[in-house]
């Protein structure tokens, strides 16, 4: 992902689409085999934009707080237990 496609998605906001545009995340399959990089790969081909999806009827934006967890922790924390 490059610098600008990831401030896109970041931008991005509920009024910029529309609910069934986005990709439930509850029907999202990730081989718990693979390796952490591997599985960031596979979310992220079936999710699109990363930091708004949806949970059934249901639209989320996924922020992180500057808490001293890096990004790259945070989503390997989400990866881990999905």
Request: neutral net charge; proline residues 1%.
């Given at each position: 992902?490059?610098?600008?496609?990831?401030?896109?998605?970041?931008?991005?906001?509920?009024?910029?689409?529309?609910?069934e545009?986005?990709?439930?995340?509850g029907?999202?399959?990730?081989?718990?085999?693979?390796?952490?990089?591997?599985?960031?790969?596979?979310?992220?081909?079936?999710?699109?934009?990363?930091?708004l999806?949806?949970?059934g009827?249901?639209?989320?934006?996924?922020?992180?707080?500057?808490?001293?967890v890096?990004?790259?922790?945070?989503?390997?924390?989400?990866?881990?237990?999905?």
């Amino acid at each position: 992902m490059t610098a600008e496609e990831h401030r896109k998605f970041l931008e991005t906001d509920f009024s910029d689409v529309k609910l069934e545009e986005l990709t439930d995340i509850g029907k999202i399959r990730i081989d718990r085999k693979k390796s952490v990089e591997e599985k960031k790969r596979q979310y992220l081909k079936q999710v699109g934009n990363p930091y708004l999806v949806r949970v059934g009827d249901t639209m989320v934006k996924i922020r992180f707080a500057n808490s001293g967890v890096s990004f790259e922790e945070a989503f390997e924390n989400l990866l881990l237990m999905a």
